[in-house]
C-alpha cells in the first residue's frame, strides 16, 4: 500500500486538487475508474464473516462516493481482513497473555502476533479508503450543486 518504489503512498489525484498541489503535480490523464450504479454485493468467494463485513462497510463507501468498480479488489481484502481479526479476537487461546511451552518455558502466545498482523493489514486497508478519523481529517469537499444533488439522490433525500 505505499508508492510503486516503496516509501509513502502517493497521493491521489483528487486529494492534490483539493489541497491546491501546484499543477505540475497533478495527473490530468489518471484513469477514472466507474462508481457502481448501487453499492455492489459481496463476491460469492468471500468468507461469510467477510461477506457481514462488506454488507456493513459497501453502502457506506458508495454512499461517500468512494467505491468505484476498480475499488472492489481492495474492499474484498480489507473484509477478509476484518474478518480474520474478529476470528482472533474471537479464538478462546487468545484469552490467555502466555503460554506453558513443554519444559515450563513461558512465552507470548503466539496468537497475539497474529492478532497484530491482522489489526495492522486491517488498519492499512482502512486508511486506503479513508476510513478512520486521520484518514479523513486531511480530506475536504467542495460541494457545490451538482454534488449536492447527487448526494441527495444516492443518500434517497
Given at each position: 500500500m505505499s508508492g510503486?518504489?516503496?516509501?509513502r503512498p502517493r497521493k491521489p489525484t483528487q486529494l492534490r486538487v483539493i489541497h491546491g498541489d501546484r499543477a505540475d503535480r497533478v495527473n490530468r490523464r489518471e484513469p477514472q475508474p466507474t462508481a457502481?450504479?448501487?453499492?455492489?454485493?459481496?463476491?460469492?468467494?468471500?468468507?461469510?464473516?467477510?461477506?457481514?463485513v462488506w454488507r456493513r462497510v459497501a453502502p457506506i463507501l458508495w454512499r461517500a462516493n468512494v467505491l468505484t468498480d476498480a475499488d472492489l479488489l481492495a474492499l474484498e481484502q480489507?473484509?477478509?481482513?476484518?474478518?480474520?481479526?474478529?476470528?482472533?479476537r474471537d479464538s478462546e487461546g487468545l484469552k490467555?497473555?502466555?503460554v506453558?511451552?513443554?519444559?515450563?518455558?513461558?512465552?507470548?502466545n503466539p496468537l497475539w502476533r497474529i492478532a497484530?498482523?491482522?489489526?495492522?493489514?486491517?488498519?492499512?486497508w482502512l486508511r486506503e479508503f479513508g476510513m478512520t478519523p486521520s484518514a479523513r481529517s486531511g480530506l475536504a469537499l467542495d460541494v457545490n450543486d451538482d454534488v449536492e444533488g447527487e448526494l441527495e439522490r444516492r443518500l434517497g433525500g
Open positions: 510503486p518504489k516503496g516509501g457502481p450504479s448501487k453499492a455492489p454485493r459481496p463476491p460469492k468467494a468471500m468468507s461469510p464473516e467477510a461477506r457481514k480489507l473484509c477478509e481482513s476484518a474478518a480474520i481479526v474478529a476470528r482472533v490467555s497473555l502466555l506453558k511451552e513443554r519444559g515450563g518455558v513461558v512465552r507470548t497484530r498482523d491482522a489489526d495492522a493489514r486491517l488498519n492499512a
